[in-house]
């Protein structure tokens, strides 16, 4: 028998009635839970990613293969969300990609420990990615129908905040045994332990809140005020697409992490086990400011965003200086910009699509993001090769075309949170 489209499980009467009687946990509580799902995850990956541009470095990587590397990764991460949103929507099978998305994640890293040339460690870093894009667009899914209740962008929030405290840990964590050993190996191979608890953590939120579909009476095929704008292109409305442009091209502007940590290994701006400590800079300061994000978009809607350009186009400024003071204020500047756009854009996305299109919106979103941070990140790198100044105006430029892309969300307020009970 097959699941029912809004995450029923197999034998299971479709509809909330029946479902409420499966879940036993509260929204709030599937919300948190998932944060600590995610904080475990990220305490693995974000971990790795700390160190992986220095890692690759060591290993014989130019500036431009790791801007290439990184950004093949988060394209990995986000342009297959086009496929596998789409598949989170026909199938219904949320828990599944869910939970076989974090393991890939969390096998890959570790293995990061045994990767010998350079080849080895590029596929686990890009493998360590597509776990992500395996399981984003269905667990964004099941939060977005437990974040009726709560206020979408709250939601959401609190999950980032959860998600990045882990991705400060992993990082520290990291940090400290370079310092003892001076191995990025041991550095990989430690980070297995955090991956078995978050695979043991989602296995029993699955078991306890089975068909979140629940939490969102408006779940199932109807169509949401927010959806019922005019369809422009693929059935998304005319300010979904506006809010894509305008995310693509900030992000073609924003260096991934990888190329920003290269030029502190090479330039040898800060000692090997102090980059990671930068990484975790940014991971506090993107976990503070997705509260404050969350909250805005609530009561301001996309407005809020409007502070990203400057933030992103601020960032090599201070990242690609020779000072180490410089450097963590733009590791803290690089994460306030991520924060404010991760909490953000999911709630977004979520109100400006139909509910039974969840799946395919999050994956056509994030599909266009990667794309143009693969591009954008290989730029980045390709032209810090040649000359820092020009990396520097390629970011200014692509943050000001973004301001202008706004321009058109300016016009209304937050959308209204769909499946709300009186306020859809």
């Known amino acids: 028998m097959s699941s029912d489209p809004r995450g029923d499980p197999p034998g ?21 839970g998932f944060g600590l799902v995610s904080m475990m995850a990220d305490f693995v990956y974000e971990g790795a990613r700390a160190v992986i541009g220095p890692y690759l470095a060591t290993l014989g990587a130019s500036a431009a293969l790791v801007g290439v590397v990184s950004g093949a990764g988060e394209a990995v991460a986000l342009v297959l969300r086009m496929v596998t949103g789409r598949i989170s929507d026909r199938t219904g099978r949320h828990w599944a990609l869910s939970i076989g998305g974090y393991a890939i994640t969390v096998v890959s890293v570790p293995l990061l420990a045994l990767s010998g040339p350079l080849w080895s460690a590029v596929t686990l870093t890009v493998s360590e990615r597509f776990g992500k894009a395996v399981r984003t667009p269905a667990r964004d899914t099941m939060l977005a129908q437990a974040g009726v209740s709560l206020g979408r962008g709250w939601a959401f929030a609190l999950h980032e905040a959860l998600d990045q405290t882990g991705a400060l840990a992993g990082p520290l964590l990291v940090a400290a045994l370079l310092a ?30 089975p068909v979140p579909a629940a939490y969102d009476p408006g779940s199932g095929p109807r169509r949401s005020k927010a959806g019922s704008q005019q369809v422009h292109l693929a059935g998304f409305s005319r300010r979904f697409w506006h809010y894509a442009a305008f995310s693509g091209l900030s992000v073609a502007g924003y260096a991934t992490f990888a190329v920003l940590s290269y030029h502190l290994q090479v330039r040898h701006v800060l000692p090997v086990a102090e980059i990671p400590l930068v990484y975790a800079v940014a991971m506090a300061a993107a976990a503070l400011v997705a509260l404050v994000a969350g909250r805005l978009y609530d009561r301001v809607g996309l407005r809020g965003l409007l502070a990203l350009p400057p933030l992103a186009a601020a960032v090599p400024f201070l990242s690609f200086s020779l000072s180490p003071a410089l450097v963590f204020a733009g590791g803290a500047v690089w994460g306030a910009a991520m924060g404010l756009h991760e909490s953000t854009m999911r709630a977004a996305v979520a109100d400006l699509v139909d509910p039974d299109r969840r799946g395919a919106g999050y994956g056509t979103f994030t599909a266009l993001y990667g794309a143009a941070w693969l591009a954008g990140s290989a730029t980045i790198g390709a032209l810090y090769g040649y000359s820092i100044d020009a990396a520097v105006i390629f970011t200014v430029v692509m943050q000001a075309l973004a301001l202008g892309a706004f321009v058109p969300l300016l016009r209304t307020g937050p959308p209204a949170v769909t499946g709300a009970p009186g306020r859809s």
């Open 12 to 32: 299971e009467a479709p509809g909330p009635a029946g479902a409420a009687r499966a879940n036993r946990v509260s929204p709030l509580r599937f919300v948190l």
């Open 180 to 209: 003892l050993t001076g191995s990025y190996r041991d550095g990989f191979a430690v980070l297995a332990a955090p991956g078995v608890v978050a695979l043991v953590l989602v296995a029993r939120l699955a078991t306890r809140a």
